[in-house]
Every structure is written in structure tokens, then in C-alpha cells.
């Protein structure tokens, strides 16, 4: 796209990457962008809380209304389904304002010639900052201590001011994490600060590391008195960490996930904090979400700290995620070659 005619840019947002926040980001970036917002239900999650047949039959309703005559579509999780695609012929780049764009339909994007983006590391930070608060709560039972007393004024959580129940600190505390990416970098260096043993397992990454690097999965597990899990999930990484993993553990470890939930078999870890074997997790992603009303987790609150998948969501990342995208449609109206493009 290298014409002096004005683009037409559809600015999906939703509740957290919301439509003003693309617009502001890609009018800086285009000059002569004709922008469109148009603000989308939530939740809109794949993996997630499915939206029912309708609703997702209204949302895709409402962007081929909205994409009618537009050349670029910004989106956080705006339905990229090949219903919208074939309704919107004009269409010639999609801009997903998140890590990978789970909600376009790829193989009919590139039947299409319809390019698509999307906005990597957008949340790195958050959700590295989030890991070491969850990692945090969990040893020093911060929730635990809180509920009792911010609901009923009670002071039982003074009980954890004895030996048996009080927690650990990171200091000196080794820690074993499992994927070294840009979430789990940021991690380890951050627990380096605080003076804890990390140690690292990624056998996919090589060069310096903050920490010291382990050469098996099994021989970082039996090391760590914490482990906490920053890999990819593929194949190869679903069920990372189930019951024989968690039998490798010292006594009395605490696990925690920020990454995927499918990574860690969740019925195996709700017989070790059963057992004991493992004293302590805290979890922001799940097999199921949301968490289903049956699962033990909940059955296990003395020992668990749970989210409801909020380690990516901060402010800064709804800013960041919609100027990588707006640099993505500068680069395509400017003709030059796109930075993280798919299609």
C-alpha cells in the first residue's frame, strides 16, 4: 500500500485493548488514516469462555458491517473467521493486538492474500511481574492471611507468625524455571535481585542466562525448592509437569504457573497438595477456563493462590499492544516489509 489515498483502518477493540487507544496509536502512526472504531463484547477468548453460537455469529455480523470498504482491520480478539473474510473483499491486512493471532482464520486469510500480524512481547513485563507476585504470595501466604481479616476483621492469619506455618523467602531459596523465553528472562533476573538460587531448564536456548543452566527437566525438579513453568504450549509440552514430575520435587515445594495451564496436569497437582508433597501453588492459568465449579482447586484454599488468567493485563500492555500494532500498519501503508507477519 504506497498510494497518497487515504486508508480505511477498522479499530476493533474491546475492554482492554480499547478502540481509542488503537485509533490514537495509528493516527501518530498514519497521517492520512480514516479510522473506524468499533468496540466488541467481551469475553471473545478462545481458550477461554467460548461465546455461544449466537453471539459469535453477532460479532461476526457486526465486523463485516463495520469492515465494509476498509483495507486494514486492528483487533484484539475480533472473529477473523472465513465467513468475515469472504464478506470483506477489500480487506488486505489484519493486526492482532496480541502474541498470536488465535482468532483469524489463517489458511482463508492466505487464500485471500489478506496479510496477517501480530504484536509480540506486548505483555512480557506484566506477565514476568505478575509470575514474582503470585511466586511471592503463595510462599509467604499473603492471601490467606488477608482474607480472614478484609472479611470478617479476624486476626487468625497471625497463626502463620509461627515456625510450622510461616513461609519461605526467596533469598537463598532455589528456584528451578522451566523455559527461558521473554517472560521467564525477565523472571530470572528479577529473582537474581532478590538473591534466589535460579536455575534454569530451556533446552532450546542457548548463550548467557541469569542463573545456572540444567541440563534435564528431572534433574532441575529434584534441585528446586520452587519451580515455576515459562514454556511454550505444543505438543511436545502439554503435560509437562504431571505426577511423576511432582514426585521429583523436595518435600513441601511449591509450584507456579503463569504460563499455560494445560502445561501441568492439575489433578496430579491436587494430590500433592493433598499429600503435602507440594505445600504451596499458585496458578493464573488452567486446563479448563474459566476454572470449572467442580475443580478440587477450589477445595484446596489453605493452600493455593488462584487468578483468573490476569498476568498479561496491565495498562501498559493495552498501550503497547496497540502502538506495535499501529507500527504494523505504518510499515504496510509505507510499503515496507512487515516486522511480525504470518501471512
Known amino acids: 500500500m504506497t498510494s497518497g489515498n487515504s486508508v480505511r483502518v477498522v479499530a476493533a477493540g474491546d475492554h482492554f485493548v480499547l478502540p481509542s487507544l488503537i485509533t490514537r496509536a495509528v493516527r501518530h502512526e498514519v497521517e492520512r488514516a480514516d479510522v473506524e472504531e468499533l468496540e466488541l463484547g467481551w469475553p471473545l477468548e478462545p481458550f477461554g469462555p467460548v461465546a455461544e453460537v449466537q453471539e459469535a455469529s453477532d460479532a461476526e455480523d457486526r465486523m463485516i458491517g463495520a469492515l465494509a470498504g476498509a483495507e486494514v482491520l486492528v483487533t484484539q480478539m475480533g472473529p477473523v473467521t472465513e465467513r468475515v473474510l469472504a464478506a470483506c473483499p477489500d480487506l488486505k491486512l489484519v493486526v492482532v493486538c496480541r502474541g498470536g493471532p488465535v482468532n483469524v482464520n489463517l489458511d482463508a486469510a492466505k487464500n485471500r492474500d489478506v496479510r496477517v500480524c501480530f504484536a509480540p512481547g506486548r505483555n512480557a513485563a506484566a506477565t514476568a511481574e505478575f509470575t ?3 511466586m511471592l504470595a503463595a510462599l509467604r501466604r499473603i492471601p490467606q492471611a488477608h482474607a480472614p481479616l478484609a472479611g470478617q476483621g479476624s486476626w487468625e492469619g497471625a497463626t502463620y507468625y509461627t515456625y510450622e506455618r510461616s513461609g519461605l523467602e526467596l533469598e537463598d531459596l532455589p528456584v528451578g524455571l522451566v523455559g527461558y523465553g521473554a517472560v521467564g528472562s525477565r523472571v530470572a533476573r528479577v529473582l537474581c535481585a532478590f538473591g534466589a538460587r535460579v536455575m534454569v531448564y ?3 536456548v542457548h548463550g548467557e542466562i541469569h542463573g545456572l543452566r540444567v541440563a534435564s527437566l528431572d534433574d532441575l525438579l529434584r534441585r528446586s525448592q520452587v ?3 515459562h514454556a ?4 511436545e509440552t502439554r503435560g509437562l509437569i504431571g ?3 511432582l514426585g521429583l520435587l523436595p518435600s513441601g515445594a511449591v509450584v ?3 504460563a499455560r495451564g494445560p502445561l501441568l496436569d492439575e489433578g496430579a497437582l491436587c494430590d500433592a497438595l493433598e499429600s503435602g508433597r507440594v505445600s504451596a501453588a499458585a496458578l493464573d492459568t488452567y486446563e479448563r477456563e474459566p476454572l470449572p465449579v467442580e475443580s478440587r482447586l477450589l477445595g484446596l484454599a489453605e493452600r493455593v493462590v488462584l487468578t483468573p488468567h490476569l498476568g498479561g493485563a496491565s495498562r501498559a500492555v493495552a498501550e503497547k499492544a496497540a502502538r506495535i500494532a499501529a507500527e504494523e500498519v505504518g510499515r504496510w501503508v509505507r510499503g515496507e516489509p512487515l ?3 504470518l501471512t
Open 202 to 204: 530451556d533446552p532450546y
Open 339 to 341: 516486522a511480525h507477519c
Open 256 to 258: 507456579v504457573n503463569v
Open 132 to 134: 514474582v507476585g503470585l
Open 232 to 235: 511454550r504450549l505444543t505438543p
Open 227 to 229: 519451580i515455576t513453568l
Open 243 to 245: 505426577a511423576r514430575e
